[in-house]
């Protein structure tokens, strides 16, 4: 649970400064006005290509011409996706085997601002675990100590007791920081304390503090999970290392995004993570959740975690390009999650050093320089690259070759090879934009809330740190 509001960008959609922020999402995805054409000329390194005022070698523009017309996702696709999204949308709330998931999370409140109390958060589900204490005062206000710590690779993908046991230990570390030099070792053993536990994976959850792993994603195989209650596992992880914690509460990143935002603002109806992976969560009416077992006497609202991530695998709408299929075919489940990987910070890196590989081995890229094992090592792009290149305004684009010669091991590039790179950045960049605002205007077009105006809570370094994402 992401609990510090300065954490959170907020989309507002709807009356007041909302509508500027409204006509612009929705124009993007909807009907692109020659007005934000040349708004995105201004902004847009891909586009300022155009406006170098160096004469583009023919060779280069055609390349540019021919990447685009594979990554670039027109007006009427774009409109064809949200729809779509809506039309799986209601299927996934009827049944449980949707083309989107439509998770009921039975969370049936959101926080009115007047909790309070001391509790324990775990943020589990990406490149970071972290172990937060967050305090509510009952007037609106939260504050949190958190410690970041690195998930191993060998613990994403080993045993799952040995992964839960890791995540314990944290825990125990985390305590005895914050809590034991004043109270000494045994008192945070015998503390009593209240856990939320926010773990970001698909999940088939029975009640609030009851729930078995449907898949891993996002790089995560740990063995022994899948099927199993997770939050069975952490509690008895807790046990093994003495710890007095009840795991009261099973979320996910993206309701914990809108609960927490929440808290301060009531209007918020939905919560976007756009971090290693891409989901989100909204609030639907009980009535429309078909698929929901048990009593739902006095129920009104439930949030859903859509699990959006595998909107379209069966890849109808969404055109993809062969560096998305050979990104597909080397992951542990080929042919889902297809929607998370044209999306997220884990996967865009990856899709850009693919493009480069392939396009250095026809001479078309990099023709001067040896491609290095770094460039031939999957994954080893990361996303954020693809920042630090689009906000590379030197007129030779020399963070650009920092990047090229210190991270990635690749001297001896040209200029017309960088602005390739960066108008392939661009390129993957803008795609996932606008894919993660055809989902966000799909679930504010569900909820009905167009007019009337909502918050939407948006979370994750990709959202936070890409520049021209927003
Ligand atoms: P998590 O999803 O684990 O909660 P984050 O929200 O920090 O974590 O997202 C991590 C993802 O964000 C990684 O895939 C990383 O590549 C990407 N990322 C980190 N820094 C940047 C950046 N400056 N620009 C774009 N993406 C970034
Ligand atoms: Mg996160």
């Known amino acids: 649970m992401q609990l510090d509001e300065t954490q959170f960008e907020t989309f507002v959609f709807g009356v007041g400064i909302g509508i500027g922020a409204c006509v612009l999402a929705m124009a993007a995805v909807v009907r692109p006005s020659k007005a934000s054409a040349t708004q995105r000329a201004a902004k847009e390194p891909l586009l300022k290509t155009a406006v170098h005022r160096e004469p583009l070698l023919s060779t280069e ?9 594979q990554f670039n996702l027109s007006t009427d696709t774009l409109v064809r996706i949200q729809r779509q999204i809506i039309v799986d949308m209601k299927r996934g709330l009827a049944v449980d085997n949707g083309a989107i998931k439509m998770l009921p999370t039975h969370v049936t409140h959101r926080p009115k601002g007047t909790e309070r109390g001391s509790y324990l958060a775990l943020d589990l589900g990406g490149t970071n675990f972290r172990v937060c204490e967050v305090t509510f005062d009952g007037v609106g206000n939260a504050s949190m100590l958190q410690k970041k710590f690195k998930i191993e690779d060998a613990v994403k993908t080993g045993d799952g007791e040995a992964l839960f046991d890791f995540i314990a230990e944290c825990v125990k570390i985390f305590l005895v920081e914050n809590h034991g030099s004043q109270e000494g070792a045994k008192l945070v053993e015998s503390r009593k304390w209240q856990l939320g536990f926010c773990f970001s994976f698909p999940v088939n959850q029975v009640s609030i503090d009851e729930g078995s792993l449907l898949v891993w994603t996002k790089g995560f195989t740990a063995s022994n999970v899948v099927g199993v209650n997770v939050v069975k596992l952490l509690q008895d992880a807790f046990k093994r290392q003495n710890l007095n914690i009840a795991v009261s509460a099973l979320v996910n990143d993206t309701t914990g995004t809108l609960i927490s935002l929440a808290y301060t603002k009531p209007n918020t109806y939905a919560g976007v993570i756009l971090g290693t992976g891409s989901n989100c969560a909204y609030v639907e009416k009980v009535a429309n959740i078909e698929k929901l077992h048990g009593p739902r006497e006095g129920l009104d609202e439930m949030l859903i975690n859509m699990e959006w991530g595998g909107f379209d695998d069966a890849q109808v709408v969404i055109p993809r390009t062969k560096w998305d299929h050979a990104l597909d075919s080397n992951t542990p489940t080929p042919g889902t999650w297809t929607f998370e990987q044209l999306i997220s910070g884990m996967y865009l890196g990856e899709v850009v050093r693919l493009v480069c590989v392939d396009l250095a081995e026809t001479g078309e890229l990099f023709a001067k320089c040896k491609l290095s094992k770094e460039m031939r090592t999957i994954y080893a792009f990361d996303t954020a690259y693809m920042s630090a290149i689009e906000s590379d305004h030197t007129h030779d684009l020399a963070d650009t070759k920092s990047i090229l010669e210190d991270k990635l091991h690749m001297p001896g590039s040209t200029l017309v090879d960088r602005r390739i790179l960066r108008t392939i950045c661009a390129l993957v960049g803008t795609r996932s934009a606008r ?26 370094s990709l959202f936070e740190l890409y520049p021209y994402y927003k």
């Open 435 to 460: 894919l993660a605002a055809c989902g966000v205007a799909a679930v504010v077009c569900k909820m009905n809330k167009l007019s009337e105006g909502c918050i939407v809570g948006m979370d994750g």
């Open 61 to 69: 523009e055609r390349l540019v011409a021919r990447l685009s017309s």
